[in-house]
């Protein structure tokens, strides 16, 4: 009988305390800035062209297959606008088959490519499943119109792929001096980056940076291709 | 094997034994489980599990992705223990190429499994409610303080369920600056939550009839039957592959493996719930000493690249001893995947620890038992 009785105090109490449901869709809670909704791509306000050069590497990793990339020759390299040869020509995301694994992002050479970590990262409900193939101005428009404003991005899996970020000289000395103010490893993914939607340069300067300094341009990509093209 | 457990008749009345399915769409079978009981009247003469209904080839599939693509897979099959599950593949490829992670790696993974465990038992005592009659009370209970846990892990990986966030070397990015405060504010919530269930259930008369001496198991049983995690423990065996065979950090802490009296179903609560106590002492322990430093082992290359060899790592996942054997040729993909369920094992001695039980205990014992479906058919 007293058991039962304990049983009871606590449901009484657990009935005056405040409710803790959160009224969705009327009532959002704030996504935590890691957010991983789907996959968008991002837009290089300076020179006004995806970062993305098209390079598959995303599409080579995805566990489930669900990108489809193609390349062509930048107009406005020729132009003499911009630093990449290549750029990204067609680029579809089936979102009905991402696993949202962030693999992609963990792998892009040149952080073209992020979670969406808004709403509109996750609500997605479509009449049609073939609504959820998203092309390259869809992926684009998030970041673009600015709704993604702060995408997050740690410089992780750095050593896992080998992969030194594309940093100018100067950048690299301020990165090195960051991490000598850091006091872990990577930057603090919280604070968003000052100048997004550019994610953070990672903050730990390895030795190799100079030598790889080059790596980030679309030809050092295309070396970058093979070499990893053996797997 | 026959158990002849009907009494005698006691009139001349022909009686037949009729079939009833139970599942695969029934919400006590806990996901895609069919059985089809034999019955004689209410008492249960024969158990007939069919599984397969969520087989995905979630063996097969990871011989054609790299070692860091298998790691998303592994979510995906104990979907309620993700982090052990991660836990126990990421050992075993650091095993099979001789990666040696860093420290902070070390503690974030511990940290986050045991939060992982208590959530997970947390689950399971929602469920368990529901089965015993309890309706959605213990399971708003439990769903309260495992959302706070969800939430705790989105900040830090940005998934609620899936979050393939260890690496073979490390973790794939750092915790979040405030995570010591905020663990110890989590674990603080969920605990007050634990004491509630604990009020709520444990001295329940109610619970008590349904559950106190049903289909007790013997410690030579539960070991022939091949049980592991809390079930084993429930029979009075103190068996804990944390402390039996230490992987990880593991030997660093202090904790208590509890242990039942006679592995009944009333055991299995009083173990799991005691053994997420002992989770948050652990988290706590590691908190204290989480040290600083760098997340990912140095010196990987951009292909990981294991050795051919094999090995076999087993974890204490929440629901028993969940293994991964690899097999490497040497390429970057494994040759050979093979995962051991827990769920699995200890489900398959369900036939025996029901039979000549009533259809409404038998419930109660495929419940105890905690199955996820997507692990025992993987």
């Not at chain 1, 959160?22 to 791509?41: D, F, I, M, N, W």
């Amino acid at each position: 009988m007293l058991g039962v009785l304990k049983a009871i105090q606590t449901t009484v109490k657990a009935a005056l305390r405040k409710p803790v449901t959160v009224q969705y869709p009327t009532e959002k809670k704030t996504l935590p800035h890691r957010s991983r909704g789907l996959p968008v791509l991002l837009w290089d306000f300076d020179i006004n062209e995806p970062f993305c050069t098209g390079c598959q590497v995303c599409a080579r990793y995805c566990p489930v297959d669900c990108m489809t990339v193609t390349m062509k020759d930048n107009p406005n390299f020729a132009a003499g606008k911009s630093k990449r040869k290549k750029i990204v020509d067609k680029f579809y995301i089936d979102y009905a088959r991402c696993m949202r694994c962030d693999i992609c992002v963990e792998v892009c050479n040149f952080d073209a490519i992020v979670m969406n970590n808004t709403w509109q990262g996750v609500e997605l409900s479509r009449y049609d499943r073939q609504d959820l193939v998203m092309d390259l101005p869809a992926l684009l428009r998030q970041s673009k119109t600015g709704e993604l404003e702060t995408p997050f991005r740690e410089p992780m899996g750095v050593a896992h792929s080998g992969w030194a970020p594309r940093m100018d000289e100067e950048e690299a000395a301020a990165a090195a001096e960051a991490a000598s103010l850091e006091k872990h490893h990577g930057t603090s993914p919280d604070k968003p980056s000052l100048s997004a939607p550019t994610p953070d340069p990672t903050a730990e300067a390895p030795p190799e940076s100079k030598a790889s300094a080059e790596q980030g341009t679309p030809e050092a990509a295309e070396g970058l291709e093979k070499e990893g093209g053996e797997g | 094997m026959a158990i002849e457990t009907r009494p005698p008749h006691e009139s001349d009345l022909e009686t037949i034994d009729i079939n009833v399915n139970v599942g695969p769409q029934h919400p006590a079978t806990h996901g895609v489980f069919r059985m089809v009981l034999t019955i004689d009247g209410e008492l249960v003469v024969d158990v007939d599990p069919v599984i397969g209904y969520m087989h995905r080839g979630n063996e097969k599939l990871p011989e054609n992705c790299d070692y860091r693509q298998v790691i998303g897979y592994h979510d995906r099959t104990d979907y309620l223990a993700q982090f052990n599950t991660e836990h126990c593949y990421v050992e075993a490829v650091e095993r099979l190429a001789g990666i040696k992670p860093p420290e902070r790696a070390e503690y974030i993974r511990v940290v986050l499994a045991e939060m992982n465990r208590i959530a997970s038992h947390l689950m399971f005592f929602g469920a368990f409610g529901t089965d015993i009659g309890l309706f959605g009370t213990s399971f708003m209970y439990a769903f309260r303080d495992r959302e706070t846990i969800q939430d705790f892990f989105e900040e830090i990986t940005g998934e609620r369920m899936m979050y393939n966030y260890f690496r073979p070397g490390g973790v794939a990015w750092d915790l979040p600056d405030n995570f010591r405060q905020r663990c110890s504010q989590v674990l603080d919530s969920v605990e007050r939550g634990v004491e509630q269930l604990d009020g709520l259930m444990m001295e329940n008369e109610v619970v008590l009839a349904r559950c106190r001496g049903l289909s007790p198991v013997t410690v030579e049983d539960g070991i022939n039957w091949g049980l592991s995690g809390p079930m084993l423990r429930a029979t009075g065996l103190k068996h804990d592959i944390r402390r039996a065979e230490p992987y990880s950090i593991y030997d660093r802490f202090q904790f208590d493996i509890p242990t039942g009296k006679q592995g009944d179903v009333y055991d299995r609560l009083v173990v799991r719930l005691e053994e997420m106590h002992q989770s948050a002492w652990i988290v706590r322990q590691a908190l204290e000493t989480m040290p600083e430093g760098p997340i990912m082992a140095e010196g990987l290359k951009r292909v990981l690249r294991v050795p051919a060899g094999e090995v076999y790592m087993r974890v204490e996942s929440p629901r028993g001893e969940y293994g991964v054997y690899l097999v490497s040729q040497g390429s970057d993909k494994p040759w050979r995947h093979k995962v051991r369920g827990a769920s699995f094992s200890n489900l398959s001695a369900l036939r025996a620890m029901s039979v000549g039980n009533f259809v409404s205990d038998v419930i109660i014992i495929l419940g105890s038992i905690d199955i996820v479906l997507c692990e025992v058919d993987r």
